[in-house]
């Protein structure tokens, strides 16, 4: 059964960089077939959508987050990664990995499984 | 403010229907995008509820059921029961916005 785990410092100063990992276990991220995203949500508020990668790289970005974001997959370790820079308080959040089963149109996009997620806070 | 509106809260007996509505524009739902539904279990992370308008995953009970029309959608959840409290959020795509949206998240009180 596939799972995903999100890893990362829970603790970020104001103006570095934040980054996380989700490992993929009980199967193999590079098989194809599914977009692998992140996802947040701000305290006790709704999710945000912050972007996905293919494990061939390519990534799609959320505008609104696009010039502050950087992700990569590394294959070999079946992970992925976020790494967010310039960060404020309003990046505080539990961040979650999850994944998107790949369609025949891409718009139509749905996130079918989750990770537990981590809180990561932004304060010095 | 979330591009899908939902109201912040139903509720409902056990046993009742709850129906929670997502509400979006020419842009997102009114464009044709499917539309997807999460549950949120207190202190869980979200689980997928229903894809594509309607489909339900597999072990998600048959009282959850998904339809879209014209600019909203809907989930419906009929026999409510106890463990059905949990916050609910619909999820489309918004082609001004070129990616996902998400509504603002509804919580479901079983009374």
């Known amino acids: 059964q596939v799972q995903l785990q999100e890893s990362g410092p829970g603790l970020v100063k104001p103006s570095q960089t934040l980054s996380l990992t989700c490992t993929v276990s009980g199967g193999s991220i590079s098989s194809g077939g599914y977009y692998w995203s992140w996802i947040r949500q701000h305290p006790g508020k709704g999710l945000e959508w912050i972007g996905y990668i293919y494990y061939s790289g390519s990534t799609y970005y959320n505008p609104s987050l696009k010039s502050l974001l950087t992700m990569s997959v590394d294959t070999s370790k079946s992970q992925f990664s976020l790494k967010l820079s310039s960060v404020t308080a309003a990046d505080t959040a539990v961040y979650y990995c999850a994944r998107s089963p790949l369609l025949a149109r891409s718009t139509d996009w749905y996130f079918d499984l989750w990770g537990r997620g981590t809180l990561v806070t932004v304060s010095s | 403010q979330s591009v899908l509106t939902q109201p912040p809260s139903v509720s409902g007996a056990p046993g009742q229907r709850a129906t929670i509505s997502c509400t979006g524009s020419?842009?997102?739902?009114?464009?044709?995008?499917?539309v997807h539904w999460y549950q949120q279990l207190p202190g869980r992370a979200p689980k997928l509820l229903i894809y594509g308008n309607s489909k339900r995953p597999s072990g998600v009970p048959d009282r959850f059921s998904g339809s879209k029309s014209g600019t909203s959608a809907s989930l419906a959840i009929t026999g409510l029961q106890a463990e059905d409290e949990a916050d609910y959020y619909c999820q489309s795509y918004d082609i001004n916005l070129s990616g996902v949206v998400f509504g603002g998240g509804t919580k479901l009180t079983v009374l």
């Open positions: 020419s842009s997102n739902i009114g464009a044709g995008y499917d």
